[in-house]
């Protein structure tokens, strides 16, 4: 009886388990199912051209070169605005500010801001940047409204990794005569870096595969020459996506996956390094 | 001579602690004067005033004076980075820094804007001989501190605050979690070290206060019960609290 009792046991255990690695797979899957759908319908689309060539004929042939700069720029000017900002803020959260109601508001309103559908941003970005501040429709504002959707991200994620930095370091270093600015430069700040730029890095990621915020502030449909100012609208990927796979009758389907491809491999990149700074700083790390 | 005059001090924190109660205290130059008492007494508070590091901690209310070569430390006015150069802390768990061994012991000399390389050369070989490590670390001192064994790293942390040639000393039970042979290396390198400074150890036994306390001073709930000579609170304690708890009756 007790044989058996024990024999159960470990039966219903190798079910469980079964069962939880089964609906694991079952979840990665089409995430993985994705991935190489894109790869094999895009990569006959790749080639020198495609990645360095205008588009031509309507965008049905040649390449999406404007689209790609478009998005750098996009990426470029965003991290100007959110970075230094977005640092700067969870250094003041996680080190300076004391727990009053004030800092508590700033921080639900930063979870918030997170949830926020991306399309309202760009609703705010045309209302502030383009139309009020006269911005127009351009890489500013759009970089701008982009900063500002990917702020609560670089945010929190900073303000944890600078969190996560052992208390006994600050006090080690004010007790040596350290001020707390040069104990956040010298201690803090280089301990958190890799969380942060991890932030940093998902933040821009998430900013450059959407097209609802620059939209309305900066995206164009089509452009025969690269942006030569931030006061000019530029091409950008996903929008460039958006238009050939919903807006041009008789497509190519394979320079849409194409696109999707390139895309896809701009975003998988960025993760990429998040991944390798972040296990690496692990490795390394003193505490 | 009385390098530390503490004046009737009081403090509690922002939740309503009353750590210190109206303690006042000589604190002799080179000698080693101990607190002790049982967990909650306000050792490490008392610890913290002297190097103004309860700074950084809610504190509610304090009162009271402490006067380190005749200045009063709790005045908002003193320049606070200067008196923390002058009262050096070594604290219960060592904390080495992220950073190298040498790193560690210069991180507050680079601070105090000292870049002459020779300058740091020798600060580092001389307050790594005061804190006996010297011999064991000195082919490895760009090793990170963190590799060291618990006992080495606690005598960086030592040899940091020496390096700042400080006249002070505050040790919060340094060899809590140290075995007995560095803790002997600690209580060593002490003994020699207060020939040039003055030591206030908070020790993590009452057999180390026995040993180490040219002065010892017996707290109780914030309150200081008894002070006087190491020798005479050891064996003939005057207060009858003090005798219960060193001979192991309550604490
Ligand atoms: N940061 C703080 N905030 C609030 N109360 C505190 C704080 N630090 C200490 N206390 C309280 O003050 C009292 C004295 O604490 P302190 O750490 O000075 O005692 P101690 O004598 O060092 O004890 P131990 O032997 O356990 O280290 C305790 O009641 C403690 O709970
Ligand atoms: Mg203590």
């Known amino acids: 009886m007790k044989r058996l009792l024990t024999l159960n046991r470990h039966l219903t255990e190798r079910i469980g388990f079964t069962a939880i690695t089964l609906l694991a797979m079952v979840t990665v899957l089409p995430i993985v199912g994705t991935i190489i759908y894109i790869l094999i319908q895009g990569a006959p689309a790749i080639s020198l051209e495609f990645l360095t060539g205008f588009p031509r004929n309507g965008m049905r042939e040649g390449g999406i070169f404007p689209a790609i700069i ?31 109601p004030l800092t508590r508001t700033i921080r639900i309103a930063i979870i918030n801001l997170a949830g926020i559908p991306s399309v309202v941003y760009g609703l705010f970005g045309l209302g502030l940047f383009v139309l009020f501040l006269n911005f127009g429709t351009s890489i500013l504002a759009a970089s701008l409204t982009l900063s500002i959707m990917t702020l609560p991200v670089i945010i929190s994620t900073a303000e944890e990794a600078l969190r996560a930095v052992p208390q006994s370091f600050r006090t080690v270093s004010i007790s040596l005569g350290a001020t707390r600015w040069q104990t956040i430069r010298r201690i803090v700040l280089k301990e958190a870096l890799p969380g942060i730029l991890t932030g940093v890095i998902l933040g821009l990621e998430r900013a450059v595969g959407e097209t609802a915020p620059i ?62 700074i972040r296990s690496r700083a692990r490795a390394r790390r003193q505490w | 001579m009385n390098k530390i005059i503490i004046e009737s001090l009081s403090l509690q924190y922002s939740d309503g602690t009353e750590s210190l109660r109206d303690v006042s205290l000589d604190i002799r130059q080179n000698a080693v004067t101990v607190l002790f008492g049982p967990a909650g007494g306000g050792k490490s508070t008392l610890l913290r005033c002297l190097n103004r590091l309860n700074d950084l ?25 200067a008196l923390r150069r002058k009262v050096g802390m070594v604290f219960a768990r060592p904390v080495p820094l992220p950073m190298s061994i040498r790193e560690n012991i210069i991180y507050g000399l680079e601070l105090a804007g000292e870049k002459r390389r020779a300058k740091l050369d020798e600060a580092v070989e001389r307050s790594l001989k005061l804190a006996a490590l010297w011999d064991e670390v000195k082919d490895r001192l760009d090793a990170p501190a963190i590799a060291l064994s618990g006992g080495q790293q606690q005598r960086v942390c030592l040899a940091r605050v020496l390096a700042l040639q400080p006249e002070i000393i505050l040790l919060d039970e340094p060899t809590s979690g140290l075995d007995p042979i560095s803790t002997g290396k600690v209580e060593a390198a002490l003994q020699e070290l207060k020939k040039d400074y003055t030591i206030v150890l908070v020790p993590h036994s009452v057999q180390q206060a026995g040993r180490t306390a040219d002065y010892a001073a017996f707290f109780l709930q914030g309150e200081l019960v008894e002070y006087g000579e190491g020798k005479s609170i050891f064996t003939a304690p005057k207060e009858k609290k003090t005798e219960d708890y060193i001979t192991g009756r309550f604490g």
Request: negative net charge; charged residues 10%.
């Open chain 1, 70 to 100: 478009g998005t750098l720029y996009l990426a470029l000017g965003t991290s100007i605005f959110s970075v230094p900002l977005g640092i700067a803020a969870a250094i003041y959260l996680s080190e300076y500010a004391s727990d009053t």
């Open chain 1, 215 to 276: 939209l309305f502030t900066g995206a164009a449909f089509f452009l025969p020459k690269l942006p030569g100012s931030p006061f000019d609208a530029t091409m950008a990927l996903p929008y460039h996506l958006f238009v050939i796979s919903t807006q041009v009758p008789e497509m190519p389907i394979q320079i849409q996956y194409g696109t999707a491809l390139v895309l896809l491999a701009f975003v998988l990149t960025m993760n990429l390094i998040a991944t390798v």
């Open chain 2, 57 to 81: 901690t809610e504190v509610k209310s304090s009162a009271g004076r402490i006067l380190i070569d005749g200045e009063n430390i709790l005045d908002p006015q003193i320049d606070v980075i």
